[in-house]
């Protein structure tokens, strides 16, 4: 089985090919958010370098969010282009889960946290199991001191990864001290990678979809959403 995984759900684009056996190519950029005029070239180039060309894939993936609104939806357009092209499966994984997975068989639990602004990240909490990646807590998008004040409860060490653990950082350290060990460099963002490797797993057991039912997973509105119903609402009073 091969399975071709992308992630734009931050300014990085990642696009990895893994088979049964091994992880053959993967491609990041981690410099400007441009996935738009970026994504369809990575995944060329990767098929291109692998001898591979779209029909070879069996299952094409995608992180379906929580993240950048923009970024995910070019995410998911992409992989539900060519899965409908090529008349294949698809599997979405959780951006915070494929971050959290980027941190193989770690003691203490793992807290990707990415970005939410206004002082907000979204994250979740998980932890290895007999080599199995567990879920504390699902992916939500929480203010920085609330998560904060939530992890120094618990008695494991935390590592964090994410932008927004370098966003948030002096906050971090402050809240957690000696508590909290971020992330090597080359973990701390996002992996088509590890993307792939989820959907693998998915894959195996028959935990896949149509094209049609993948959607990106938000968490919360967007901000033109907010403004809109907030518009809403005030015209609603104003009738009143």
């Not at 089985?1 to 990041?28: N, P």
């Not at 008349?87 to 980027?102: D, H, P, Q, R």
């Not at 149509?210 to 609402?233: I, W």
């Amino acid at each position: 089985m091969k399975i071709l995984a992308i992630d734009t759900s931050s300014i990085v684009a990642t696009c990895a090919i893994m088979d049964d056996e091994k992880l053959i190519g993967e491609y990041i950029l981690n410099h400007k958010r441009t996935h738009s005029q970026k994504i369809m070239p990575i995944i060329e180039e990767i098929l291109s370098s692998c001898d591979l060309k779209p029909e070879d894939i069996d299952v094409y993936a995608a992180s379906v969010g929580p993240g950048s609104f923009t970024g995910l939806r070019i995410g998911v357009a992409t992989v539900k282009g060519l899965a409908h092209a090529m008349n294949k499966s698809v599997v979405g994984i959780s951006t915070i889960e494929a971050l959290a997975f980027n941190i193989p068989y770690s003691e203490g639990i793992i807290v990707p946290m990415m970005d939410a602004r206004r002082d907000r990240v979204y994250t979740g909490i998980y932890k290895w199991e007999d080599g199995d990646l567990c879920v504390i807590e699902e992916p939500d998008a929480i203010e920085v001191e609330e998560l904060l004040d939530k992890l120094l409860k618990r008695n494991e060490k935390v590592i964090v990864n994410g932008d927004g653990a370098i966003v948030y950082k002096d906050k971090i350290i402050e809240g957690l001290g000696s508590k909290v060990l971020f992330a090597p460099k080359s973990v701390n963002m996002a992996r088509a990678a590890s993307v792939a490797e989820l959907a693998m797993a998915k894959a195996k057991i028959g935990d896949v979809t149509s094209f049609m039912d993948l959607v990106p997973d938000y968490l919360r509105k967007s901000q033109a959403q907010r403004e809109y119903d907030k518009k809403m609402k005030l015209c609603g009073e104003k009738d009143e």
